[in-house]
C-alpha cells in the first residue's frame, strides 16, 4: 500500500489543495493510506517560528516528523518517505503529474455513450407482410337430436303389513309418571337460633368521675381503692 503525507495550515488554499488530492486519490482509496498533518497556523509564511517555538518548549520531538523529512516551509507532500513538494500550493493539473511520475496512474473516466434518438414510427407496407387467411368455424347442423326422457322409478309396496301400535291405558301412563318423576321429600326449616344477649361492660373505677387515679381514693367514699377494676361501690 502508498503511503502519502500532507503537510498543510489553516487557510483556505490548504483546504482547497486537501480536497483536490482526495478526489484525485479516490479511485485508489484501497490501495492508498492518505495522512493529513494540519499545523495550527492561519498562514504558511509562519512555519518557521513555529518550528522554533515547538522546540523551545517541548524540545526535538516535536519536530522529529519535519526534520525527517527535511520540511523547513509549508505546505509540502511526501510519498512513500520522500518529498516530492515544499512550500507552494500546486495547481490541479500539477498535482496529477506528480502523482503520475509516482508511479500512481489514475484511472481515466469512460464517455458517456449519447442516446439514440427513439426512430419513428413507419407503417407497415402491405406487400411486405405475407398473407394470412382469416379462420372459419366449422358448421353445426341445424336440428340436433337429444336422447329420449328417462322414465320414473316405481316403489313397489313392501310385501309386510305395518301394524298400528297397541293404546296405553291410562292407569300405565300414571304409574309411568310416577317411576319417572322422583319423589322429593319436603325438610322442615331448622328452628331459629336464639341471639345471645348482650352482656353489660363490667364498671370500673377507671371509668368513674368520683376516682382520683394519681391519688388512688374515691371522692364519694372517702376511701383508699386498692384494686380500681374491683370498685368498692354498687354502681
Not at 182 to 194: A, D, G, L, M, Y
Amino acid at each position: 500500500m502508498r503511503t502519502i503525507q500532507l503537510f498543510i495550515c489553516r487557510d483556505s488554499r490548504s483546504k482547497q489543495l486537501l480536497d483536490d488530492l482526495r478526489e484525485l486519490t479516490k479511485p485508489f482509496k484501497d490501495k492508498i493510506d492518505l495522512k493529513v498533518h494540519l499545523i495550527h497556523i492561519n498562514n504558511p509564511e509562519d512555519f518557521p517560528n513555529f518550528l522554533e517555538t515547538m522546540e523551545e518548549l517541548f524540545g526535538g520531538i516535536s519536530t522529529l516528523t519535519f526534520r525527517k523529512y527535511g520540511i523547513k516551509s509549508i505546505p509540502a507532500i511526501v510519498i512513500d518517505d520522500r518529498k516530492v513538494l515544499e512550500g507552494r500550493y500546486p495547481s490541479r493539473q500539477e498535482l496529477y503529474e506528480i502523482l503520475a511520475d509516482e508511479g500512481i496512474t489514475l484511472e481515466e473516466r469512460k464517455p458517456i455513450q449519447p442516446i439514440k434518438p427513439v426512430e419513428e414510427f413507419k407503417p407497415v407496407e402491405e406487400s411486405s407482410v405475407s398473407r394470412v387467411e382469416r379462420y372459419t368455424p366449422p358448421e353445426f347442423p341445424s336440428e340436433i337430436e337429444f336422447p329420449p326422457p328417462m322414465e320414473e322409478p316405481k316403489f313397489e309396496e313392501p310385501p309386510f303389513s305395518l301394524e298400528k301400535p297397541e293404546e296405553i291405558t291410562i292407569e300405565e301412563k300414571i304409574e309411568e309418571e310416577k317411576v319417572s318423576k322422583p319423589v322429593i321429600e319436603e325438610v322442615p326449616p331448622p328452628p331459629p337460633i336464639p341471639k345471645p344477649e348482650a352482656r353489660k361492660a363490667k364498671r370500673t373505677c377507671t371509668t368513674c368521675v368520683f376516682y382520683n387515679e394519681a391519688a388512688k381514693r374515691c371522692a364519694m367514699l372517702g376511701r383508699i381503692v386498692e384494686d380500681p377494676l374491683n370498685p368498692p361501690c354498687s354502681w
